[in-house]
């Protein structure tokens, strides 16, 4: 796929549009043109996220057609601003919630929270499913030692690290027994998160085989299907009856959410992550008769995402094994197909490539 150089201007790049209920399309568009301030980056890598795929099958509203999705991605510098601090040819992971920065919000460091901020691929804000991108310098983060691919996963590792982090290191260390809800890629990222904050056992549940087993190959202690046991009795077993300190909500529908609340001991606590249904029904008697905290957390800080970008390319965690599919960016209308139909949940983390 040919790459805008520098030196043909009103070249023509692909996009990945999504136009409406279940329909994406591939299309040419212009080569973007920077504004005071902004870098051109050459997109490498942009990863599909699960509210990519939720906003293409039209249940979540959060993806207004015609629009270009995408925000998880990395990419090369090609333009940079005068004076800018990055010069060409630099390896960027790009922040994609364009925060205010002026904000009660934002002046506490909850940029995550900005109520003025747009995102990336997000509502009606064109992201990265294409070749190339404008951005602000302040959103970008370099990054060395890693492929784009994996440092596209900075988006997703630092929504889990920052769920992961809701818990105190002595908590995390302490706990006999921590049970991950949900084998994607948030579920597999606070499963890895919690090994590298020195989690001694993390039970991992899922309603794919597969994905069970792509969560043992990645550390998980034990592993729990609860379309083919009684759940609160097998977390019982497996924990000799105590049940467990902790659980990582990475899902976000009613049943995943009371499985996060049935395998806690009493004075237990649990964070979610999961965000696919606005409202979800869970035993609220069990959460206040056993004395449970239950904590939310929305997606990341700015130093988060910071810190996930160093330490993936540190290679503090192991990454790959989630990314199943590298898919060229013209066969996005054919991995979005792949990805509604997804089988067994054998694709996890689905990466389109420029190059």
Not at 227 to 236: L, N, T, V, Y
Request: charged letters at 25%.
């Amino acid at each position: 796929m040919p790459f805008y150089d520098g030196r043909k201007e009103g070249a023509a790049i692909k996009a990945i549009y999504y136009v409406g209920d279940e329909r994406v399309e591939l299309r040419d568009i212009p080569v973007p043109e920077p504004k005071d301030g902004e870098c051109l980056i050459r997109i490498e890598a942009c990863g599909i996220c699960g509210s990519d795929v939720e906003g293409f099958l039209g249940k979540t509203g959060r993806r207004i057609p015609p629009m270009i999705m995408g925000h998880e991605f990395a990419g090369v510098v090609e333009k940079t601003p005068p004076g800018g601090m990055y010069k060409a040819g630099s390896k960027v992971a790009v922040f994609p919630k364009l925060f205010c920065g002026e904000c009660e919000t934002c002046k506490q460091g909850q940029v995550n929270l900005c109520p003025n901020a747009k995102f990336f691929g997000v509502m009606d804000s064109d992201g990265a499913m294409t070749e190339y991108i404008c951005a602000l310098e302040k959103y970008l983060v370099p990054y060395h030692g890693a492929g784009a691919d994996v440092a596209s996963m900075a988006e997703p590792a630092a929504v889990s690290y920052s769920a992961v982090s809701k818990l105190t290191d002595a908590q995390i260390t302490g706990a006999r027994n921590i049970l991950v809800v949900g084998a994607g890629t948030i579920g597999l990222m606070a499963l890895c998160w919690l090994k590298y904050k020195g989690a001694k056992r993390v039970i991992c549940s899922d309603a794919s085989d597969f994905r069970l087993s792509l969560a043992s190959r990645m550390g998980a202690d034990a592993a729990v299907n609860p379309a083919k046991c009684e759940f609160e009795r097998k977390i019982s077993e497996l924990t000799d009856g105590a049940m467990c300190d902790i659980s990582v909500e990475a899902v976000g529908i009613s049943p995943t959410a009371q499985a996060s609340v049935d395998a806690l001991k009493n004075a237990g606590r649990s964070v979610w992550i999961g965000n696919a249904a606005k409202m979800v029904s869970v035993n609220m008697q069990s959460i206040v008769t056993k004395e449970l905290q239950i904590i939310g957390n929305y997606i990341y800080s700015f130093e988060d995402f910071k810190t996930c970008v160093s330490l993936l390319s540190e290679k503090a965690i192991d990454v790959t094994p989630m990314i199943t599919h590298r898919m060229d960016m013209g066969s996005g209308v054919e991995a979005f197909d792949m990805l509604r139909h997804n089988e067994g949940g054998r694709a996890v983390k689905v990466i389109l490539t420029n190059g």
